[in-house]
Each structure stands twice: as structure tokens, then as C-alpha cells.
């Protein structure tokens, strides 16, 4: 069973950079992508990114494009996010979630982590 477990979140000022990782276990060969999604208080899940792990193809929400960038190291076992020119909207509970295909669609994904928490305040 796929197991994954995030780390990197944190509290930043608006305009400096985190980075998440997301270390990953158990894939099978239906699992092809690893995605970012994130949850605000009150609000509801939203995709951020994600990576195929075969073709290391990515996809950006429009809300980070250009300020975030997903990357697989070579083991292909960890999943990162770098986070560059945060904002307070970016304060959230960021997860990671393995599934068969890179996809904005949360039914995409079948296994999910516990979460980190990234707040941006001042």
C-alpha cells in the first residue's frame, strides 16, 4: 500500500519560500502521479500541482503558476514543492496524494498523507 508523509511546512513572511517534501512508499504499477492540494480554514480542497512519475510531466493550478515548482528526485521517492514569493492566500494545510494519472481532479488519487501545515503572515 502506497504510504506517503509530508514535511517542510512552516510559518513565512509574505515574499519568502518554503519547500515541501513528500516521501513516498509501496507504489504499484497503476501509480503514475504524485499531486499537491491544499485546504484554508472554511474552505475547500484545492489542487496545487502535480508530476507524472514516468514522464515527469507537471501541471500548475493557476493561483502558483510561475511562484511554485513540483520536482521528483532520482529514487523517484520523494516528491518536492517548492514554494518561492509566498503569499497570506498560500496559508493552508498543504497535502500530498499518489494516484494513476497528473490530474486536477482530487477522485484521481487514491492515497493521501496526513498534511503540513504552511502559514504566511506578517
Known amino acids: 500500500q502506497v504510504q506517503l508523509t509530508e514535511s517542510g511546512g512552516g510559518l513565512a513572511q509574505p515574499g519568502e519560500s518554503l519547500r515541501l517534501s513528500c516521501a513516498a512508499s509501496?507504489?504499484?504499477?497503476?501509480?503514475?502521479?504524485i499531486g499537491w492540494f491544499r485546504q484554508a480554514p472554511g474552505k475547500e480542497r484545492e489542487w496545487v500541482s502535480c508530476?507524472?512519475?514516468?514522464?515527469?510531466?507537471?501541471l500548475y493550478a493557476d493561483s502558483v503558476k510561475g511562484r511554485f515548482t513540483i520536482s521528483i528526485n532520482n529514487a523517484k521517492d520523494t516528491v518536492y514543492l517548492q514554494m518561492n514569493s509566498l503569499k497570506p492566500e498560500d496559508t493552508a494545510v498543504y497535502y500530498c496524494?499518489?494516484?494513476?494519472?497528473?490530474?486536477?481532479?482530487?477522485?484521481?488519487?487514491?492515497?493521501w498523507g496526513q498534511g503540513t501545515q504552511v502559514t504566511v503572515s506578517s
Open positions: 508530476i507524472s512519475l514516468s514522464t515527469d510531466g507537471t
Open positions: 496524494a499518489a494516484g494513476w494519472i497528473c490530474s486536477s481532479s482530487s477522485s484521481r488519487y487514491d492515497y
Open positions: 509501496g507504489f504499484t504499477v497503476d501509480d503514475d502521479a
